[in-house]
Nanobody, 123 residues
Framework: QGQPVESGGGSVQAGGSLRLSCEAS????????LGWFRQASGKEREGVAA????????YYANSLEGRFTISHNKAENTVYLQMNNLKPEDTAMYYC????????????????WGQGTQVTVSS
């Protein structure tokens, strides 16, 4: 049992920043990739960013316009998503995933999902 645990969500005004965290230490030996997805109300889930836990290679969705940065703390196996200049369109539930396919934002057959953290951006 066990799953990644997200934190850091909240409500901010447009233009503000948030930093999301995801602790996924339980999957150190079975995954090599940590990523973020988001799902807005009434919308399809979409990949946001991903990073390999070994080499630190990153992969981002094209829609982010350079506003988000993913990083990884190897010692704690914790992935972060720094979100700057937030827009109302960023409002969504953000999910952390531990998997193996970088180009699929770490989603894979054996991926493990967190329960999500809500991000709400007001205009």
């Amino acid at each position: 049992q066990g799953q990644p645990v997200e934190s850091g969500g909240g409500s901010v005004q447009a233009g503000g920043s948030l930093r999301l965290s995801c602790e996924a230490s339980e999957y150190t030996h079975t995954t090599n990739c940590l990523g973020w997805f988001r799902q807005a109300s009434g919308k399809e889930r979409e990949g946001v960013a991903a990073i390999t836990t070994g080499g630190g290679t990153t992969y981002y969705a094209n829609s982010l316009e350079g506003r988000f940065t993913i990083s990884h703390n190897k010692a704690e196996n914790t992935v972060y998503l720094q979100m700057n200049n937030l827009k109302p369109e960023d409002t969504a539930m953000y999910y952390c995933v531990a998997g193996t396919d970088l180009l699929e934002f770490c989603n894979s057959a054996n991926s493990h999902w967190g329960q999500g953290t809500q991000v709400t951006v007001s205009s």
